[in-house]
T-cell receptor, first 115, second 113 residues
Framework: DADVTQTPRNRITKTGKRIMLECSQT?????MYWYRQDPGLGLRLIYY???????NKGEISDGYSVSRQAQAKFSLSLESAIPNQTALYFC??????????????FGPGTRLTVL | QKEVEQNSGPLSVPEGAIASLNCTYS??????FFWYRQYSGKSPELIMS??SNGDKEDGRFTAQLNKASQYVSLLIRDSQPSDSATYLC?????????????WGAGTKLIIKP
């Protein structure tokens, strides 16, 4: 089954540590996204990428960086983690990103806790 | 700022009844709309996409779109306890020259046996 996977699934870390979250997909999609979800809030876009050479900031990119290593891999880094980055992080992919289609498919998520 | 609004709930519906979930959006030129289901601690799962005014049916689910009123709804017929989840509305809009999904905060649905 074509799928989106994320590692790690859970991570507890301390303030100031560097953290990398990884996303891989076998869907063959060009477009990949990183979101965070906080209780009571909608999904917020951190970064997105349309191909290996095209990376764009989302609504809340401050404090984060990304790397698109290949069509199938998109990593999110927190250079110096802080407690308000505690959240559920999702990777998503889409085949199209047009006016009439932008169906996105999600990985299982990473629960990150920053102490 | 483009926005998508949903009633946070919880919306409590008896088993077997129709659950009606609503969503309004601010970007009047949006053309594609999505409903996702999210179980607690799990990832969002796409259940319906709708692009044209009117109704679109898929099994027990019906999505309704009214672009003039900027309103999208999801009806779940014959509600089952397994339908208990948070339902997220997403609207495709242009942000910084690219299409992005703008998300509502979700409506928590509880189906009571």
């Amino acid at each position: 089954d074509a799928d989106v996977t994320q590692t790690p699934r859970n991570r507890i870390t301390k303030t100031g540590k560097r953290i990398m979250l990884e996303c891989s997909q076998t869907k063959g999609h060009d477009r990949m996204y990183w979101y965070r979800q906080d209780p009571g809030l909608g999904l917020r876009l951190i970064y997105y990428s349309f191909d290996v050479k095209d990376i764009n900031k989302g609504e809340i990119s401050d404090g984060y960086s990304v790397s698109r290593q290949a069509q199938a891999k998109f990593s999110l880094s927190l250079e110096s983690a802080i407690p308000n980055q505690t959240a559920l992080y999702f990777c998503a992919t889409s085949d199209m990103n047009t006016r009439t289609s932008n169906e996105q498919f999600f990985g299982p998520g990473t629960r990150l806790t920053v102490l | 700022q483009k926005e998508v609004e949903q009633n946070s709930g919880p919306l409590s519906v008896p088993e077997g009844a129709i659950a009606s979930l609503n969503c309004t959006y601010s970007d009047r030129v949006s053309q594609s709309f999505f409903w996702y289901r999210q179980y607690s601690g799990k990832s969002p799962e796409l259940i319906m996409s709708i692009y044209s005014n009117g109704d679109k049916e898929d099994g027990r689910f019906t999505a309704q779109l009214n672009k003039a009123s900027q309103y999208v709804s999801l009806l779940i017929r014959d509600s089952q306890p397994s339908d208990s989840a948070t339902y997220l509305c997403a609207v495709n809009s242009v942000v910084d020259s690219n299409y992005q999904l703008i998300w509502g905060a979700g409506t928590k649905l509880i189906i009571k046996p």
